[in-house]
């Protein structure tokens, strides 16, 4: 007998994309559970589901962490294109005087962001300029969740234009009271032996940032800035990332020392291709550029 609770070619659903992107942006069936409202178990039911149709495993459920397989890495970038052309048949039904989304994973504009969005409001007093902080490699933007977004490190995610606005310097990231904070630069081989905090969801620090020979062994991983600072503030690791954090993330705990000798890291502005996903998106998008000095 056919269970007509899995989904078919017909009846696979915008929920089922949804449930998958939610899972694998989140690294968890929990974290996924309570961004969607609804349960764990509705959760692994319908990514289940999912899985039976498509013939494949999507998520490795072996490990602590939830990890997508080689199959759910290249659904997952599919399945973010469908979502956000689905989003953006509906916007163009929306009315024109909905806030405008930009998107960032951390430190927004960096520098820039605060005076980007007091010109938005001087210029575009009529529409409202949404900041969304969406701990994901794009931000939401490959979803649909905004309508441009500031990225940082090389992004690969089919559908998106980048341009490059920018590059910041990185700093390492070190306990406030530990001997490296006194120190007035640091290099990498000063790092190695220490344990790497690495923000594997939307981070652009890896264990390939170092040379092979000299790859650190210790690394924990973390989901967001938050938990990043958290575990450098209470010394269970060091972290790498950029100037922009320093200035926009400041924390008792942890202190930022230059760390010259590693490559900067470029600041993009994203957005989806094809026509524009809200009426002042180019608006935006030239006022990015002309706060970042990229018009001159």
Known sequence: MTDPTRPTRNSVELRHLRCFLAVAEEGSVTRAAARLRITQPAVSRTLAALEDELGSRLVDRSTHHLRLTAVGRAFRDKAAVAVAAFEDALDAGRSVHRPLRLGHAWSAAGPYTTPLLRRWRETHPDVPLE??????????????????????????????????????????????DSALASRARLDLADLRDRTIALNTVSGTTTADLWPADARPTAMITVANTDDWLAAIAASRAVGVTTTATADLHPHPGVAYVPLPDAPRVPVLLARRHGPPSHPALDDLCALVRAVTGQDQ
């Open 131 to 176: 900041l969304l902080r969406i701990d994901d490699r794009t931000a939401g933007l490959a979803r649909g969740a905004v309508d441009a977004a500031l990225l940082r490190g090389p992004v690969g995610t089919p559908g998106l234009v980048t341009e490059l606005l920018h590059t910041e310097a990185r700093v390492a990231a070190v306990p406030a």
